[in-house]
């Protein structure tokens, strides 16, 4: 399969597949330097844009995210005047149904399309990482309202949230695995007595052999600075990164807090459903401090929730979301909380009065 027809008269287009290692990284010199000269001469191809948009349909993925095509083309330029920052390998998202080997061929074609558009780059930077070895670290970020799967090199697959970053330390699994988290992830981490796999998240430290769980991070402004709830197995969750051997142990079915002043709060058996329900793209706040909903809401929809009267700031929220529209949201909280919201640009304020 070709890629799009050419406007005006310019080099026929690379194949998908070529496309699609370019934007993985992948591509031999002479390949990547003829996909750059094509996209030089294609900024804005409307042929391009309606073939990625067709693709959508063929996609099993399609269903859970939100693409923006137009987005997804500058992220593809930005990439390439950037040469550092690589894209994301195209994986399918957890919620994502197997496709019939009838479509292998369609998935190839759309992946330039979840490349760029899945709002997730890799980029390698010489920094020095938590436990102080200068090394070749990799950053993986997500951008606002965006998600992506990530797989590490043991095999174990972490599912990053919107408006989070994952730092795999530099020498993963030689001999320790480490991993640095803000913003929220789902661990999936493959089973490994000789290396405990660690994750550090806002001055936590979670430690654990081979099981499932997820965490979270807030700014610590009202909302718990850390909390970890486990799937399957058990972790140590440890409130303080000091390199001492202590913590809770967490267990299938708990969640561990920590609060911002580095106590460790542990509740047995009260994980749901609810704690992964982001992997399939739904938000849900059951009680939510307003703390933790403006947390969420500038993670998936880039908004900073303010609130103008203190009488509001300590009511909560119970809501569940999927693929809303971001004045949609904020029309439902106006509503929950019994508050005016007003909305102006990236900023949303929340001010005592009617709803409208």
């Known amino acids: 399969m070709r890629g799009p027809t050419t406007i005006g008269d310019h080099s026929s287009p690379p194949e998908w597949e070529t496309l699609a290692r370019y934007l993985a990284g992948e591509s031999p010199d002479d390949e990547a330097a003829r996909v750059r000269a094509w996209l030089d001469a294609h900024p804005g191809d409307a042929a391009l844009l309606r073939t990625l948009d067709g693709a959508l349909d063929r996609l ?11 987005d997804a083309l500058r992220q593809v330029a930005e990439r390439r005047d950037n040469p550092d920052v690589l894209p994301l390998r195209p994986r399918p998202m957890p919620s994502a149904l197997p496709a019939p080997r009838w479509r292998a061929h369609g998935l190839r074609a759309a992946a330039v399309l979840l490349v760029a558009a899945t709002g997730a780059v890799v980029w390698r930077a010489t920094r020095r990482t938590a436990d102080g070895a200068a090394g070749s ?32 330390a530099a020498g993963y699994g030689a001999p320790a695995r480490v991993v640095e988290l803000t913003g929220e992830g789902y661990f999936d981490v493959r089973h490994d ?11 936590t430290v979670i430690r654990d052999v081979g099981t499932t769980f997820t965490v979270r991070t807030g700014d610590g402004n009202g909302a718990p600075r850390v909390r970890v709830a486990v799937r399957s197995g058990a972790v140590l969750l440890d409130g303080d990164d000091d390199g001492a051997a202590r913590g809770v142990v967490l267990h299938e079915g708990d969640v561990g807090v920590v609060q911002a002043d580095g ?16 992997t399939q ?19 998936w929809y880039g908004i900073e929730l303010r609130v103008a ?10 809501a569940s979301f999927a693929g809303d529209s971001a004045d949609r949201v904020l ?5 929950a909380l019994g508050a005016r919201v007003e909305r102006r640009g990236d900023t949303a304020v929340v001010r005592a009065g009617t709803p409208r």
């Open 331 to 335: 029309h439902v909280l106006g509503l």
């Open 309 to 318: 009267d203190p009488a509001i700031a300590g009511r909560h929220l119970t």
């Open 60 to 70: 099993a993925v399609a269903s859970a995210m939100e693409i923006d095509v137009e």
């Open 137 to 168: 670290a990799t950053t993986y970020a997500t951008a606002a309202g965006r998600r992506d799967s990530v797989r590490l090199p043991d095999g174990s697959r972490v599912v990053l949230a919107p408006g989070s970053r994952l730092v795999v």
């Open 281 to 299: 793209g739904r938000l849900v706040f059951r009680e939510a401090p307003l703390a933790e909903v403006r947390d969420e809401l500038r993670r």
């Open 193 to 203: 007595d000789a290396h405990t796999f660690t994750v550090r998240a806002a001055g």
């Open 263 to 278: 106590s460790t709060v542990a509740r047995q058996g009260t994980s749901t459903d609810d704690d992964v329900a982001w």
